[in-house]
């Protein structure tokens, strides 16, 4: 019987994540919107919900995906919008994405600043921004921020 998790992930633009995560064998379904969680984290920010096949791809593969396809140790000015963040649907999952996080950690010359936090509510994108890469792998956006991401999933990953 196939089992299917999910994971929330946000960082950078969400049309660039979800093209990362629909690039990556074991992921089934990724649906690109906004997350919000609860205190300073309760505002919408630009996220994915990605459904996986644990038995084909780790939640540490996809954690580790994430860390290094956007700015995991920056706190620039735009964290509002890109909320650097791995959402966890149960208390389990908290505390495997944090031991996950410091695994990483000396991968990275700097402190990740990547936020573990509970999932509490998703509105997903209008229709006309989903599968954005798929729709239109020749614009110049794509080209500039999404492919050079999809080079480092296939290179590293």
């Not at 994971?7 to 660039?16: D, P, S, V």
């Not at 906004?34 to 996986?52: C, L, M, P, Q, W």
């Not at 990275?108 to 509970?118: M, N, R």
């Amino acid at each position: 019987m196939k089992s299917t998790r999910k994971i929330g992930l946000g960082g950078g633009c969400h049309w660039c994540t979800e093209a990362v995560f629909q690039a990556v064998k074991g992921v089934e379904n990724v649906e690109q919107g906004y997350i919000a969680s609860e205190g300073d984290a309760r505002e919408f920010s630009e996220a994915v919900i990605v459904h996986f096949n644990p038995e084909i791809v780790s939640s540490e593969d996809l954690i580790r995906i994430h860390l290094h396809t956007h700015n995991s140790t920056s706190d620039h000015s735009f964290r509002k919008k890109y909320r650097s963040a791995v959402y966890y649907f149960s208390s389990e999952d908290e505390k495997v994405v944090k031991k996950i996080l410091e695994k990483q950690q000396p991968e990275f010359e700097k402190k990740i600043i990547t936020e573990v936090l509970p999932f509490k509510e998703f509105k997903p994108s209008r229709e006309s921004l989903q599968n954005y890469y798929r729709k239109n792998p020749d614009a110049p956006f794509c080209k500039r921020f999404i492919e050079p991401k999809l080079k480092k999933v296939k290179n590293y990953f």
